[in-house]
């Protein structure tokens, strides 16, 4: 069993720390929060006064924070966890961030003789909770095999979709599709309500023709064909329109920084955008339908 140092105890560090103890493992963990902290030490972990504290004698050092910049912050500079790190210590960053700023981070931790991947992760907090989480990882070869046995603690199905940031790089282009497909389906539902056609119907035969996507499916945004879907309790989050938008936003950076042409990308950037902006923002994200709606 392994020492970990796990910086980000929110939503979903804090269950994902959880598992790790009940794996087995020693969990040191740190969070600007105190309560988030409380919660690790009622789980069986240890709480720490800093990042650097919680790294003390760690093989494995995971981090679950906000953004790129809190990424960056923690892992950089002269206090940062790369400086304190002991020779050979594993950084695992489950964060959702910027493409850049992740191979920026993986270039510093090689060149300190660390290893590192980006692990960002969909599943939400259900997922983080029961371990089920799906991990998109980035980074060589034998990081990605040195973190695999953490990984499998935390999640189900584990990818490695390449070198540095392409961790990253697979969780926004997803999410862009399913942006873009949620708007898609909701515009469907719309327009089939001002044509008298039945929710039920349009549903029956797009799920079993040309149609068919996961935000159909499984996620419909209309209440009725599909119980589980946010839409029967008056879409309650699951995935808020704000994390949405953020995905949203870090794809249109990467391709504005890479030069990808991702026109209905960016259409679906501005109407989470819209929508958030009306305080829609902790709504699930298939709620845009009532703002398509609205527009009318
Ligand atoms: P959260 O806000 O609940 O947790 C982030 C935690 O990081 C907070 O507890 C905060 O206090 C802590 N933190 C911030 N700066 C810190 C610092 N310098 N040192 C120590 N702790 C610090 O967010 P979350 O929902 O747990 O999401 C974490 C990441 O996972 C985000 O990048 C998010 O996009 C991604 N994500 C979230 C979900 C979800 O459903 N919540 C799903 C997939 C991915």
Not at 23 to 45: M, R
Not at 48 to 68: D, F, N, Q, R, Y
Not at 94 to 101: G, H, L, R, Y
Not at 201 to 228: M, N
Request: net charge negative; proline share 4%; with cysteine.
């Amino acid at each position: 069993m392994a020492t970990i140092g796990f910086i980000g105890l929110g939503n979903m560090g804090g269950p994902m720390a959880a598992n790790l103890v009940k794996a087995g493992h020693q969990v040191q963990g740190f969070d600007l929060s105190e309560d988030a902290k409380g919660k690790l030490a009622e789980a069986g972990g240890t709480a720490c006064g800093s990042a650097v504290e919680a790294i003390a004698g760690a093989e494995v050092v995971v981090t679950m924070l906000p953004a790129g910049r809190h990424v960056e912050g923690v892992y950089l500079g002269e206090d940062g966890l790369i400086a304190a790190a002991k020779a050979g210590t594993l950084f695992i960053d489950s964060s959702t961030i910027d493409v850049a700023t992740a191979r920026k981070v993986a270039v510093a931790a090689e060149a300190a003789g660390m290893a590192m991947v980006d692990a960002p992760v969909s599943g939400g907090v259900g997922g983080a909770t029961a371990g089920t989480l799906t991990f998109m990882v980035g980074g060589p070869d034998a990081a990605f095999a040195a973190a695999q046995p953490c990984l499998d603690v935390m999640g189900k199905t584990i990818v490695h979709a390449g070198g540095a940031g392409n961790g990253q790089a697979a969780k926004i282009c997803n999410n862009m599709i399913l942006g873009i497909s949620m708007i898609g389906v909701s515009e469907a539902f719309v327009l089939a309500e001002k044509l008298g056609l039945d929710h039920q119907k349009l549903f029956d035969i797009a799920s079993t023709a040309s149609g068919q996507c996961w935000s159909l499916t499984t996620y419909c945004p209309v209440p009725g064909p599909v119980p589980t879907s946010p839409a029967n309790r008056d879409y309650q989050a699951g995935f808020t329109a704000d994390m949405m938008l953020k995905d949203l936003k870090l794809a249109q950076d990467a391709a504005n920084a890479s030069g990808a042409n991702t026109p209905l990308g960016a259409e679906a950037a501005q109407i989470y955008g819209l929508f958030s902006g009306e305080g829609s923002g902790s709504v699930d994200f298939s709620g845009i339908v009532r703002f398509l709606r609205g527009k009318g």
